[in-house]
């Protein structure tokens, strides 16, 4: 009788945890894996990515995700590229938003509040910063793209320029892996 009270118990904690979870929050289901070689993130990948072939920062460690969200706007998915420098503890990602609905990540929507920035091959990119970092947004093939330098405390912030450049050096990945 007692292992039925505490079975009991714990479906009623998953009920009402799911409950909550999915309440009025914006991102209602979110799925993330666990940070993988790049190659082999790359080779689930339904699309061809620009990667770029300038980071801005010494590269220590180099690590690709797997994200899933569902918001009340819509579903879309990520690949994350972990760019890290351990010693300095320096974290500099590219994002890319695919399998997205424009009420997502409009043009219209990454612009708004942001620097706008010409970049090269007629693509118009958008700075952003605040007290956890930089981020660079921008719009190419359907796919929304995005660099993010998180800053840790005391940590300086990087030039505006070097994460646009990084932008400008994206070219498209080879069905081999490289660019």
Not at 123 to 129: A, F, L, T, V
Not at 140 to 159: I, K
Request: charged residues 25%.
């Amino acid at each position: 009788m007692k292992i039925v009270k505490h079975v009991l118990i714990y479906f009623v904690l998953i009920v009402i945890t799911s409950c909550k979870t999915n309440s009025d929050i914006s991102t209602t289901n979110y799925v993330h894996l666990i940070e993988q070689p790049v190659a082999l993130i790359e080779s689930k990948l339904e699309f061809t990515p620009e990667i770029p072939t300038y980071i801005p920062i010494d590269v220590t460690e180099e690590t690709a995700s797997l994200e899933s969200y569902e918001t009340k706007q819509g579903k879309f998915q990520e690949v994350v590229y972990h760019h890290r420098n351990i010693n300095k503890q320096q974290l500099y990602n590219l994002i890319i938003t695919y399998d997205e609905t424009d009420e997502i990540y409009s043009e219209e929507s990454i612009a708004r509040g942001k620097e706008s920035h010409h970049l090269e091959r007629g693509i118009q990119g958008y700075y952003d910063e605040d007290e956890d970092g930089q981020s660079l947004w921008w719009r190419n093939n359907g796919l929304t793209y995005r660099f993010v330098y998180f800053l840790n405390e005391g940590q300086p912030r990087m030039d505006k320029q070097e994460i646009i450049q990084s932008a400008n050096s994206a070219e498209q990945l080879q069905p081999n892996g490289t660019s």
